[in-house]
Every structure is written in structure tokens, then in C-alpha cells.
């Protein structure tokens, strides 16, 4: 949705380019058909379980699971602070787990390298990464630089908008 003034996006960088990934796909078979999408952008990547940072990650995490008969997980923005005081929920992901990272919309790829980090200290391995949108190429360089596979569903190019840093920054 293109917006009359720019407001700050949770990146901490302005835009008039807003992207709503979560009221985009609130209806079920809308959520349906982009989980297939994303599995159908690396089929050929094994994977164990999926998940990222909760929001972003945690719609697809789930239904890509159901489809593809794997586990999913959702990374904590911090631990919680009793019961098990996990920061990754879910699935037990450790040494020799094959992990694939999602988040819905990626600006400048903060969420889904906290979920990478996060990952990377139970010693499971990163087999790959897929986002809905990418408004940008901070992440895409992130995990070149990782050697992992990178796959944005759509990119801002392919939405015609300005890639984050394209000007508007906060001041």
C-alpha cells in the first residue's frame, strides 16, 4: 500500500511502501498458496524443521510443516522468563537438525538474522532461507555471504518500490 507520508517500518528505516504480510494472508487458502509457493521456490532443499522470529515466521512455519510433514519451530524475541525459558519453541532443534528460515516481509533482515544466530547456538545447520517479500538487499547479501540459499518470494523490483535505504531514512 503506497502511503501519502512515510512512516517508520520495525526496521527503524521510513517508507511509503507499507506492506500488511499478515492481514495479506489472514484468509486460510490465501496462507495456503503462498506456503506452497514457498515450497515450491526450494524444492530442492531437505530440510527437518522450519520456523524463524515470531511474527513473521510463525503462519508459515506452521502450515509449510503440515504440508511438507516436517517440524516447525518459532524463535522467541527473548526468553520467556519461566517454565522452560527457551528462547526456540517448538520442535527440538539441535546438532545435525537441517533448518530452513522463513519470515514474512524482510527489510532490512534483522528478524530473520536474529533467528539465524539464535539457531546457530543449539548447532543445528541453516540449510536455507525463504521470505514472502524482500523489500531490500541487505538480507540477500547476509546469507550469500553465509553460502546459504536465499529465497525471496518477491522482491521489491518485482513490486516496484524503492529498496530500503533508497533515500528515506530516520533521522
Known amino acids: 500500500m ?3 507520508e512515510p512512516v517508520v517500518l520495525a526496521s ?3 517508507s ?3 506492506i500488511d504480510g499478515k492481514a495479506a494472508l489472514a484468509r486460510g487458502e490465501d496462507l495456503k498458496l503462498a506456503c506452497e509457493a514457498l515450497l515450491e521456490s526450494m524444492a530442492d532443499i531437505d530440510f527437518d524443521a522450519i520456523g524463524g522470529l515470531t511474527m513473521g515466521a510463525d503462519q508459515f512455519a506452521h502450515v509449510v510443516a503440515v504440508l511438507a510433514n516436517r517440524e516447525w519451530f518459532v524463535v522467541r524475541k527473548e526468553p520467556k522468563g519461566r517454565g522452560t525459558n527457551k528462547l526456540v519453541e517448538g520442535a ?3 546438532k545435525g537438525t537441517r533448518v530452513l528460515l522463513v ?3 524482510v527489510t532490512t533482515g ?3 538474522q536474529k533467528a539465524y544466530d539464535a539457531i546457530g547456538v543449539l548447532g543445528a545447520t541453516v ?3 525463504v521470505t514472502l517479500v524482500d523489500r531490500g538487499d541487505v538480507a540477500a547479501r547476509f546469507f550469500e555471504e553465509k553460502a546459504i540459499p536465499y529465497f525471496p518470494l518477491v522482491t521489491y523490483a518485482d ?3 524503492e529498496p530500503v535505504g533508497g533515500g528515506l531514512v530516520r533521522a
Do not use: H, Q, Y
Open 103 to 105: 519470515d514474512d516481509v
Open 159 to 161: 513490486l516496484g518500490i
Open 92 to 94: 527440538r532443534v539441535g
Open 2 to 4: 503506497r502511503l501519502p
Open 110 to 112: 534483522g528478524s530473520i
Open 127 to 129: 540449510v536455507a532461507a
Open 12 to 14: 527503524g528505516e521510513l
Open 16 to 18: 511509503r511502501d507499507f
